[in-house]
Nanobody, 117 residues
Framework: QVQVAESGGGLVQPGGSLRLSCEAS????????MAWYRQAPGKERELVAR???????EYGTSVEGRFTISRDNAKRTVILQMDSLKPEDTAVYYC???????????WGQGAQVTVSS
């Protein structure tokens, strides 16, 4: 079975940093596109960042310049480095794996990120 496991959520002060990790299993990771989404209470889920198998990245407007997505195919892991965090970044962050070739889309259970003083 295809699975993803998230880690790294927590509480951080405004201006601080956090690093989220998502490890995948049960799939050829190098062929998959990986993404991070987030959802705050009462709001729609939104794209935070995406990285394709080629290494090309995309970012949501609200996090551009502050967050960085990367992948390590050997470790089957995608990373979201979050810097200059703002209270508005508070949300549950979800890891998503998508592979068209292998016809699979899998979501993680989510990691809570709280930015507060």
């Amino acid at each position: 079975q295809v699975q993803v496991a998230e880690s790294g959520g927590g509480l951080v002060q405004p201006g601080g940093s956090l690093r989220l990790s998502c490890e995948a299993s049960g799939i050829t990771f190098s062929l998959a596109a990986m993404a991070w989404y987030r959802q705050a209470p009462g709001k729609e889920r939104e794209l935070v960042a995406r990285i394709y198998s080629s290494g090309t990245t995309e970012y949501g407007t609200s996090v551009e310049g502050r967050f960085t997505i990367s992948r390590d195919n050997a470790k089957r892991t995608v990373i979201l480095q979050m810097d200059s965090l703002k209270p508005e970044d508070t949300a549950v962050y979800y890891c998503k794996l998508n592979s068209i070739v292998q016809s699979v889309t899998v979501w993680g259970q989510g990691a809570q990120v709280t930015v507060s003083s």
